[in-house]
């Protein structure tokens, strides 16, 4: 059974930073890539970041480029998102989501991808 679990979300004040992480299971962990997207209320899904473990290229959202940043532990099947210098505008629910590598970061975040976990809500206060 294939299972994502976001964890990490909170609220901080603008300018201030959170980690997310993203644990997988189920699938081959190497073969796939692994997107964070988000949804705030009333808004539609947004891909933020994706990485392909099969070939280490990333995919970013251009508002968030400088500020955040993904990174992946083979070792512990996990993807994490740093997140800096928030801002009240990245408020939103955060998921993860996995995809078969062979699709390209580009193509699953614009697609949306086969996998998703639950959400955990990250809150940026002014």
């Known amino acids: 059974e294939v299972q994502l679990q976001a964890s990490g979300g909170g609220l901080v004040q603008a300018g201030g930073s959170l980690r997310l992480s993203c644990t997988v299971s189920?699938?081959?962990?190497?073969?796939?890539?692994i997107g964070w997207f988000r949804q705030a209320p009333g808004k539609e899904r947004e891909g933020v970041l994706c990485?392909?473990?099969?070939?280490?290229?990333?995919w970013s959202k251009e508002s968030v480029k400088g500020r955040f940043t993904i990174s992946t532990d083979n070792a512990k099947k996990m993807v994490s998102l740093q997140m800096n210098s928030l801002k009240p505008e990245d408020t939103a629910v955060y998921y993860c989501?996995?995809?078969?590598?062979?699709?390209?970061?580009?193509?699953?975040?614009?697609?949306?991808?086969?996998?998703r976990g639950k959400g955990t809500q990250v809150t940026v206060s002014s």
């Open positions: 990485i392909n473990n099969i070939n280490g290229r990333t």
């Open positions: 989501g996995a995809d078969p590598g062979e699709r390209g970061c580009s193509v699953s975040m614009y697609y949306g991808m086969n996998y």
């Open positions: 189920g699938f081959t962990f190497d073969d796939y890539a």
